[in-house]
């Protein structure tokens, strides 16, 4: 919660980056989807270099290739265009968005890790976990978003799923996730230019921001 006499500073503070776009370990090149560990540790999907990078707090100088970071490609050691990232906090590893190889692959945090594992072939977008650890994934060339159980390589239809379209039961590339402790899904769909809400169950969407058709 927010305190009612809370301020607000006037300029950011650069965490990561902030030296140009480039490959250098202190820059980063179109960066996407990020996740923040309790320690205020951030990760980063460093789309166009083809890694994650991770940058410890208060380290604001250089940060650390912590998977891929191999050229781009599809090899285990290697990633190709990834855009989004997450932290699981109980096996300790990184669940990736690897968006130009069509898949979702887990990267174990252990120090001399140097290749990760194929958790599912899909299309994606976006990523979140909830508080029962399932794992959603936004397909934005589905445009649908899957609810997945640890091992399942096909998952349970939770939004979308209609082909593309702007009616209430259909998506439109959507891109970014949020899943509340009912298992209430809010989703950014991109090509409808507007927010949806999908509860548990559920067979179409509300709308609660944006466009009105």
């Known amino acids: 919660n927010i305190s009612a006499n809370a301020t607000r500073t006037q300029n950011g503070v650069t965490i990561a980056g902030g030296k140009g776009k480039g490959g250098a370990t202190n820059q ?73 190889d069509q898949r979702i692959v887990r990267w174990s945090r252990r120090s001399g890790t140097t290749q990760g594992e194929v958790l599912i072939g899909t299309t994606c977008a976006g990523l979140v976990r909830d508080e029962q650890r399932y794992l959603y994934v936004c397909g934005a060339r589905k445009h649908d978003v899957r609810r997945y159980q640890l091992g399942e390589k096909n998952g349970i239809l939770v939004a979308g799923g209609n082909g593309k379209g702007d009616e209430l039961n259909q998506l439109s ?21 507007r927010v949806m809400k999908w509860t548990k169950g559920a067979t179409e969407g509300i709308l609660v921001a944006g466009a009105q058709g």
């Not at 590339?173 to 230019?193: A, E, I, K, R």
């Open 173 to 193: 590339y959507p891109t970014y996730l949020f899943v509340n402790g009912q298992q209430n899904v809010y989703v950014s769909d991109c090509g409808n230019h």
């Open 28 to 100: 980063l090149d179109s960066p996407l989807g990020l996740f923040v560990d309790d320690d205020q540790t951030v990760v980063i999907a460093d789309r166009w270099n083809n890694r994650i990078m991770q940058w410890k707090n208060g380290d604001t100088t250089n940060g650390q290739v912590v998977a891929g970071g191999n050229a781009q490609g599809n090899g285990l050691n290697q990633l190709s265009s990834p855009i989004d990232v997450l932290i699981d906090k109980e096996i300790d590893c990184l669940i990736i968005c690897d968006s130009g």
